[in-house]
């Protein structure tokens, strides 16, 4: 993180010498026979070259000699306590410590501070037994000097550190994931360990060196290794924090993770078909870098040795390794330098970790509590997830209700009697993640396994939920379901054969879920086929809601008895030619009484990518369903009238059907609101008649083999999307048609795209419009210049295209306020935009080398984001020159809003709602009002224009006095980001907090965690 204002940056001295690692600075009188004694032996003992105050040498001049070892050293250990501030000599250091920190290059000096026995915020302030010390300091010191302390200590007090409170009654530290409280000077060990750990990793070895971390789910482990890679990354050539390795492995591959691991760490695109197998140029390139890697969660030694090679033969010299694990077995294969296991919580931080969590308050009430709370703590055993999650579940609720928790099975009644989906996204132990699946830490997932366990230990036919393979096979082979069973989920990538008894569910009245899941369908992975044996007639229960049956290998389910109750039905990627059909019946018979099957409740049918599908079912029989999925089902030839009388459907997705001739009907529901039949190259009519009444409509027909504009729609107005093939058939539509447009190209391939749009952008329906999309397009290889007369656009978005510029007119459009580019890989040059644009984002645009400058015409700025996304070849001009407008832009805008104040208040102003459905900015967005680039880091001018940086994650800057100060700019290195993919989200999130101080101690705090840039693809 850096900031710039607008004064000259200091000339930073030399790199400082590394004689020591580490230089403590205490006061003797708290801790020297105690806490700091332990810390230096404990440092000492793993090598860690410490200076303390006894190793100065007899003779000479003491703080001469404190001065160069604090510019000799690392890392500094700064010990605050009760007396510290009492000692002159302390203070002192620390000034002199600070000093040093902020005026050398980042990354050379890290501050750890330690709070033993005191309140971080007494350090800050001067509180406490600071107060009075600082008083007297006021009265006899010079002021220069006293502000100088108490500055410093301000600034260290803000630092992340570790607080050591055994005797205090404040609340436990949990620092690093709460497993980590430091306990009393006889167990030191424990608490210093991880301390040695994170400063191990700062010391400037040329080996390659492994640091494992391991213990029980949720103890701190990632968090542990979040902290130490944050911290100390910024200082190494490359670096990749692999998050989730066991469960990310498992859905998407080892080959997918294996590439993340190498693109990130040459920080360009890599694709290795697998680990096995890399090229000596990759090899080359990597064995050349001193890299920072985190293995977050790996479940084998296997899988380790794949992404890091054999002894590590992908790594360069200096590389550092950090590897957390549940199972130390991973370790054991490999050789590790370091392996730290991350200790439970003892019974005293425990209880009062669950006591704030049940309470708040540091302890259980004197009564009943105490001893429920020691029942709750046996359960947690030191884990502080748990120990949260426990307390929160706990809180408010009576002994009564206590106790019967405790006895009968725990987590799960307050699940089912107190805790819903709301409350426990407000504890924040779950997640809603933006495919709408719930998501929760592995820990949660465990608790409830054990819990449904404990229903039943040895019978697993006689629990309410049955997940694991063996078991669910065993039940629906062998008849061993029962009427307690609820919900049956089965992972098929874990079966190669299933067989399902003719009354597997007989003695399942109460079963509401039933998923046979292949968790690998959304990921391009190969297909995990499977035998399945079903009996004749396959009868399900009644009270069934949701079934999902992932790549189901059946032709047809036609003899399968559906349960009415049915909700949602969700069968993708599924081999099913016929889903369901009557009992057999003469032709005159189905002619006079047609079957329907019975389906009131259905309300969603998911059946994408059933590739097979030949007929469509019929959903007379289903007046509920609102939501259909049949896009790309190749083999659809038509889709079953029925659909059109659906009094409440909603959603109708056939997009992707190669075989779709005609979507037609005499019906069509008022509550239609999509119509997605894109990507249908035979679909040939379309006429469902459209109320004029239904505005607000998507229509997409883009892709397609119509021929003429469809009689249904020519009479619209006020359609919210609609898409079409690039054609002179769109002049007769008339003005107000729609606000949104998206183009695909023409259907007679010898047409000129280019040509036609400049045909028929003057005419009536583009007049007003609002957005203009173009997508697929391959013929496109430039935008008319008559493109000016679209006074009212407000949206460009290209999207797969070969254009090569954009016309130098495109900034006379009055209003344009969003472009949008992506994967336009023939694309080199963007000109000057209007100055009303406030979103721009080139994502993918691999040809682009040069960008114009857009602030020529700035007058008033507005919030602004700009984004460049795998613009590889984007020239050094180009890039210091987008970096200049980014900076003309902030200091435009911090000074219109420092002379109109009311700017800020009516900044929703300046952007146009313009359907969030599709990805775009709306009054909720989090940027409105704010200046944010996003950019390659390459470029000489980085460094001039910006006068602090920090490798950790605050910084402390003195403000000229006098000055006309209107704010910071500041900027962020992250890692490279993946290429353009539609289908799925560009989510960029950072903020900060801002505390201003005056020289009296008068204390402004400005916080802000909104910035985010997200695309949603459709």
Known sequence: MAFSDVYSAPTPPPPPLTKYDV??????????????????????????????????????????????????????????????????????????????????????????????????????????????????????????????????????????GFEYNHHHNSSVACVDGGSDALEDDDSMTERTGYLIKRISVLINSQEVRTIG??????????????????????????????????????RHGLNYIFNRLLSELLQEHVHITTPKIVSSAIIRRLRRKKVFIVLDDVNTSELLENLLGVGQDYLGLGSKVIVTTRDKHVFLSRSVDHIHEVMEMNEENSLK???????????????????????ALAYARGNPLALKVLGSFLHSKTEKEWDNALTRGFLMQIFRRYIGIRNLLDKALISIATNKSIQMHDLIQEMGHKIVCEESFKNPGKRSRVWHPDEVCDILENDKGSATIETIYLDMTQRTEICISSGAFRKMPKLRLLAFASSSIDYGRKRVDYTLSLPTNLELPNNLRYI???RCPLKSLSTTSWPNKLVELSMPYSNVEKLWDGPQQHALQRLLYPYILSLP????????????????????????????WLNQCESLPHVHPSIFSLPKLDYLAVYGCKKLKSLSSNNCPLSLRSVVAYNCPNLE???????????????????????????????????????????????????????????????????????????????????????????????LIELPDNISLLSSLLVIRLHNTNIMTFPENIKTLPRLKIVLLCHCERLQYVPALPPSVHHFKAWDCKSLRTVSSSTSELKRQHGTTFIFVNC??????????????AIVRMDTRAKTQQLSPRLE???????????????????????????????????????????????????????????????????????????CNTGGDLDIRFGFECYLETSWGQRTHIANNGNNQRKKGH
Not at 609 to 628: H, Y
Not at 914 to 920: H, K, L, W, Y
Request: charged residues 20%; hydrophobic residues 35%.
């Open 548 to 550: 999902q049956w992932d």
């Open 213 to 250: 971390i391991w213990g029980m789910g949720g103890i701190g482990k990632t968090t542990i290794a979040a902290a130490i890679f944050q911290e100390f990354s910024p200082k190494y050539e490359g670096s990749c924090f692999l998050a989730n390795v066991r469960e990310e492995s498992s």
């Open 353 to 375: 970790l669950f006591s704030l969590n049940a309470f708040n308050r540091n302890h259980p009430p004197e009564n009943g509590y105490w001893d429920l709370s020691k029942r």
């Open 872 to 885: 590889l070849k984007l020239d050094e001009e180009s890039c210091n020159t987008i970096l200049e407008d």
């Open 685 to 779: 009519e379309f006429s469902i008649p459209i109320s004029k009444n239904q505005s607000n409509i998507h229509v997409h027909l883009r892709s397609t083999a119509l021929k003429q504009l469809p009689s249904s729609i020519v009479h619209l107005q006020d359609l919210t999307n609609f898409s079409f093939p690039i054609s002179d058939l769109l002049m007769a539509l008339p003005e107000k048609f729609t606000n949104q447009i998206m183009l695909s190209d023409p259907n007679n391939k010898e047409y000129d795209s280019v040509a036609t749009l400049r045909r028929i952008l003057p005419s009536p329906m583009f007049h007003y419009l609002k957005e203009l999309k173009f997508d697929g397009c391959q013929s």
């Open 23 to 160: 230089f403590i600075s205490f006061n003797g009188k708290d801790t020297r026979n105690g806490f700091t004694s332990h810390l230096h032996y404990a440092l000492c003992r793993n090598q860690i070259e410490t200076f303390i105050d006894y190793r100065i040498e007899k003779g000479g001049e003491i703080w001469e000699e404190l001065v160069q070892a604090i510019r000799e050293s690392s890392v500094y250990l700064i010990i605050f306590s009760e007396h510290y501030a009492s000692s002159k000599w302390c203070l002192r250091e620390l000034a002199e410590i600070i000093e040093l920190t902020n005026m050398v290059e980042k990354g050379h000096h890290h501050i750890i501070p330690v709070f033993y026995r005191i309140e971080p915020t007494h350090v800050r302030k001067q509180t406490g037994s600071y107060y009075s010390v600082f008083a007297e300091y006021d009265r006899n010191l010079d002021n220069r000097l006293v502000r100088q302390w108490r500055k410093a200590l301000f600034q260290a007090a803000n630092i992340s």
């Open 601 to 628: 409740s259905l309300e969603e049918v998911f059946l994408s990518g059933s590739k097979r599908m030949i007929e469509c079912p019929d959903f007379s029989g289903a007046p509920n369903l609102k939501t259909i």
């Open 905 to 979: 208040e009516n900044r929703n102003e300046e952007c146009t709602v313009v359907d969030d459905d599709d990805g775009f900015l709306s009054e909720d967005n989090a940027n409105v009002g704010k200046v944010c680039y996003f950019l390659p880091s390459r470029g000489s001018k980085l460094g001039g224009l910006f006068h602090r940086g920090s490798s950790q994650n605050s910084i402390s800057i003195q403000l000229p006095q006098g000055s006309n100060f209107f704010g910071f700019i500041f900027y962020l290195v992250v890692p490279p980001i993946q290429p």
